[in-house]
């Protein structure tokens, strides 16, 4: 299930869909079909965010520091 959820994440993260750099994001986050990793997940994000899915803005705040100011997120 994780596998298949990465490969079509990817394929559709390839064709510039704002929902498949979520998607993909969301894989990295987790570790669907993919090793875990986070800084790969905050990058799919940030793309998504830049396509115009607001809604991944949110997993971009989740994955920084506690630390760092949320206005620097780019």
Known sequence: YG???FRLATLSAAQGERIGH???GFCYQVGHGVEKDL???REQFKVSVSLGLWHSF???AELLP???DLQRWR
Request: charged residues 40%; neutral net charge; glycine residues 6%.
């Open 58 to 60: 949110g997993c971009v």
């Open 22 to 24: 979520h998607a993909l």
């Open 3 to 5: 596998e298949e959820r």
């Open 39 to 41: 800084e790969k997940a």
């Open 66 to 68: 506690k630390s760092q």
